[in-house]
Nanobody, 121 residues
C-alpha cells in the first residue's frame, strides 16, 4: 500500500502565494519522478510540473516563471511553490509519484486525493 497525502491548498487572492506539499508513505523501495497535476470541474486533468529523482524539473507553460517544484527525498515529500496566482489557477491539485513498491519491486504510478486551490479576483 502506498499513500500520497497533499496539503497546503486554500483560498488566496490573485497575486498571492501558496505552497503545496505531498508526503508519500507506505511500502516503498524508492520514488522516481514526482509531479503535480490539476483539474478544474468539467475539464481534463492537466499536467503542471514534474521533478525527477535527480532534481531536474519541467513545467507546463502556464506554470513557468510562477511555480517551483522541489522535493525532499529524505522526507519522501514533493512541494509546489505557487506565486503570482491567478483566478485561472483555481483547481484541485493532485500529487503524483512513480513508486517502486516493496511487494512487487515494480514501479507504479500513484496519486493523491487532491487539494483545492481557489484564487479569487
Amino acid at each position: 500500500q502506498v499513500q500520497l497525502v497533499e496539503s497546503g491548498g486554500g483560498l488566496v487572492q490573485a497575486g498571492g502565494s501558496l505552497r503545496l506539499s505531498c508526503v508519500v508513505s507506505g511500502s516503498i523501495v524508492s520514488i522516481n519522478a514526482m509531479g503535480w497535476y490539476r483539474q478544474d470541474p468539467g475539464k481534463q486533468r492537466e499536467w503542471v510540473a514534474t521533478i525527477t529523482r535527480d532534481g531536474s524539473a519541467n513545467y507546463a507553460d502556464s506554470a513557468k516563471g510562477r511555480f517551483t517544484i522541489s522535493r525532499d527525498s529524505a522526507k519522501n515529500t514533493v512541494y509546489l511553490q505557487m506565486n503570482s496566482l491567478k483566478p485561472e489557477d483555481t483547481a484541485v491539485y493532485y500529487c503524483s509519484a512513480r513508486v517502486v513498491v516493496s511487494t512487487t519491486l515494480y514501479e507504479r504510478g500513484c496519486w493523491g486525493q487532491g487539494t483545492q486551490v481557489t484564487v479569487s479576483s
